[in-house]
């Protein structure tokens, strides 16, 4: 079955389970999922977009203005696509949603006024991919592995951390990826920030870089670093323990665990490292799809691991931290945004050898 009707038919089983008669669809993610990858976002940093998508017994629609319909039609291919556009002039509010979906049981992929949320719903459909989607992901975590590698090739003390963000911003968007985010780090913020916003310091001789890319609404996440000089003792145990701890996750990582069970083997790596304590300081990544993280790995959560997810764990210990981005196959995982000759640690983990990387020394 073509992704789109698949789509349909899982959103047609989403509103019998919750007994309702229509979906709206407001969320930049959830616009991206159900239309196979059209961008609805003009202003980067809203959750909402420019169109909202609402299915009903009758039909499915697209609702939006007369500034964005023609880039809908033209670039996004959505009437090819078989959404019935329902425009209204941007000066005035579009009547559709009450229009049609009068007398209807209403849901939602957020909150909105008589609707029933289900955005924790929603969010689990976007991590469910697809193979089409899979494909999307192998090719977008390779750009942005492209990027981050040119991006820290080129970092070199005495640059700002503002000058280092726009070598990364600048190789990703070079490739047709959208950083969402762009984290630096240098030195001692290093230490003290686990999401350092860019900053006017300029770099002694430890970087930290951390990317998430965005293309076809998809969200691929990668952090490296880089030192320059003689690596410190006490980072290079930081770092070593970082990995064994990821690969504690990756290896965990498998079909029908649970992200409860995943969760607790990777606290105990993190105990048997030495560093008992230090998962509680930062969220730990999860499953990834259309929002970096569709939502969060927990102690105890419920939530099971199935063949063609997507993950971005994000362990960390002061100090250091290891990320990528990671498909769920049939018979092992496979690292999307590994970058081709990085120092690797090799780490030997319930009976696997799973690959980590560990920080770029320049001497």
């Known amino acids: 079955m073509p992704e789109l009707e698949l789509k349909l038919v899982r959103i047609k089983n989403l509103l019998a389970k919750h007994q309702a008669e229509a979906l709206l669809l407001q969320r930049v993610s959830s616009f991206a999922w159900a239309t ?44 090819a696509q078989g959404w019935e556009f329902r425009v209204a002039p941007w000066y005035k509010a579009n009547p559709a949603i009450a229009e049609l ?3 209807l049981k209403l849901a939602a992929d957020g909150p909105y006024p008589g609707a029933i949320d289900l955005s924790n719903e929603m969010a689990r459909l976007r991590a469910n991919l697809l193979s089409e989607e899979d494909a999307r992901y192998r090719a977008l975590s390779k750009l942005c592995a492209e990027a981050m590698e040119a991006a820290i090739r ?22 047709g990826v959208q950083p969402i985010v762009n984290l630096i780090a240098t030195d001692e913020r290093i230490f003290n920030f686990r999401h350092p916003l860019p900053f006017g310091k300029k770099l002694q001789k430890y970087a930290m870089l951390v990317l998430c890319g965005r293309q076809h609404g998809l969200v691929t996440s990668i952090t490296r670093l880089v030192h320059f000089g003689r690596l410190p003792a006490e980072v290079r145990q930081k770092m070593e323990g970082v990995a064994r701890i990821d690969a504690a996750f990756i290896a965990a990582t498998r079909p029908g665990r649970t992200l409860g069970e995943v969760f607790k083997r990777a606290t105990d790596e993190y105990r048997a490292v030495g560093f008992p304590d230090e998962w509680q300081v930062h969220h730990q990544g999860g499953p990834a799809g259309y ?38 196959g049939p018979s092992g995982n496979e690292v999307m945004t590994e970058i081709p000759g990085w120092p690797m640690l090799k780490i030997e983990v319930d009976g696997q050898t799973v690959q980590r990387p560990a920080i770029l020394e320049v001497n």
Do not use: H, M
Request: glycine content about 8%; charged content about 25%; aromatic content about 6%.
């Open 36 to 79: 196979c990858g059209a961008a609805s976002y003009i202003n980067t940093a809203s959750t909402t977009g420019v169109g909202s998508l609402l299915i009903t017994p009758q039909g499915r629609y697209l609702i939006t203005d007369n500034i964005e319909a023609p880039r809908f039609e033209k670039e996004e291919k959505l009437a």
């Open 101 to 103: 979906t009068n007398g």
């Open 154 to 175: 080129a970092v070199r003390p005495g640059q700002s951390e503002y000058e280092i963000a726009a070598l990364l911003d600048r190789e990703t968007r070079a490739r």
């Open 291 to 328: 929002e970096p993280r569709e939502y969060v790995g927990l102690p105890n959560s419920p939530d099971t691991v199935e063949v063609g997810q997507v993950y971005a764990w994000n362990p960390s210990i002061t100090g250091a931290k290891s990320e990528d981005t990671v498909l769920i």
